[in-house]
C-alpha cells in the first residue's frame, strides 16, 4: 500500500534483505530507483483520486505524500507543471 510505506528500510526489511540490495536489485531489473517508482505510483494514484472528484490536497494525503506542499514539490519536479495545471491536462479540462 503506497501511502503506507515509510520508507526503505520497511520494504528491505519485507523482503529480508537489505536496502542497498533491494535498491541495487530494483534498478537493474526496471531502470529506475525504487525511490522514483514510489513516486510516480503516488502521482499515478492521485491524478485517478482527482479523476474521481477529490481535491488534490486530499488526493495528495490519501496517496501517501504527507503534506500538499511536499506533494507539490515533487510533482513540479518530476512533471514541470504545478499540480492544478498538470491535473488540469491530464483531466482535459
Known amino acids: 500500500n503506497l501511502s503506507e510505506i515509510t520508507s526503505l528500510d520497511e520494504i528491505a526489511e519485507k523482503f529480508f534483505m537489505s536496502k542497498c540490495h533491494l535498491c541495487r536489485i530494483f534498478k537493474s531489473r526496471t531502470g529506475i530507483t ?3 517508482y514510489i513516486t510516480n505510483k503516488r502521482i499515478m494514484l492521485v491524478k485517478r483520486l482527482c479523476k474521481k472528484g477529490k481535491s488534490i490536497s486530499d488526493a495528495s494525503l490519501e496517496a501517501g ?3 500538499y506542499s511536499n506533494f507539490y514539490k515533487i510533482y513540479v519536479k518530476e512533471t514541470n507543471l504545478s499540480p ?3 491535473l488540469k491536462y491530464e483531466m482535459g479540462n
Open 65 to 67: 505524500f504527507g503534506s
Open 84 to 86: 492544478r495545471d498538470g
Open 34 to 36: 525504487v525511490n522514483r
